[in-house]
């Protein structure tokens, strides 16, 4: 509701359509008035000025912590860890899958782009089991960074990865790049001395 308010705010008298099921590849890569509507509601639902302070309370950026979140703004976990990953408190992936593959993902500003999640799951990660099993949720633990980015680098580093199952055919995977060195802006340049 607080999404279609933002569509009322923003997009009065203007022509365009609004479906639940538009997900694109790339939650950022949505049309600008599907953006424009979810920080809209974000904000509205979850002000920065009270969801910040609290997001800096959790210990570690973990799917139990967003729960705490969601349990006090009244939020989904969806919502509230998009907003935890737009926040930039820590350098966050939030990455959607099902058996087909990657549905969508958002990063934190902080993120540089050439960490980009694979469209399909590595069987190393936690959110395999509970897309193609049964399996229960298990706390967040460390995996190489290769399982989750096709990347030259990624086999040198270690995430913190997190995983939930929010539909029968969908998970969520929280990505916390700690290391530093993730974070730096690397140019590749083959002139550079």
Not at 155 to 165: H, K, L, P, T
Request: with cysteine.
């Amino acid at each position: 509701m607080a999404h279609e308010l933002g569509h009322w705010n923003y997009h009065r008298g203007r022509s365009f359509e609004c479906r639940v099921d538009d997900w694109v590849e790339g939650y950022a890569s949505k049309p600008a008035e599907e953006r424009e509507a979810d920080t809209y509601a974000s904000e509205l639902l979850m002000p920065k000025y009270m969801f910040d302070p609290l997001a800096r309370k959790l210990k570690r950026p973990t799917f139990d912590g967003i729960k705490e979140l969601a349990d006090k703004f009244n939020t989904s976990i969806t919502a509230t860890a998009i907003r935890l990953v737009n926040i930039n408190v820590w350098p966050l992936v939030l990455v959607c899958h099902s058996k087909t593959g990657r549905v969508w993902f958002n990063r934190s500003k902080d993120v540089p782009e050439r960490w980009f999640p694979q469209k399909e799951l590595s069987q190393d990660s936690m959110a395999f089991d509970q897309v193609f099993g049964n399996e229960e949720r298990v706390r967040a633990q460390k995996s190489t960074a290769d399982t989750w980015f096709d990347n030259r680098e990624a086999e040198r580093y270690e995430i913190i990865e997190d995983a939930m199952r929010i539909s029968n055919n969908q998970v969520l995977s929280l990505l916390w790049l700690e290391n530093d060195e993730m974070l730096k802006d690397i140019s590749y340049s083959r002139f550079s001395r």
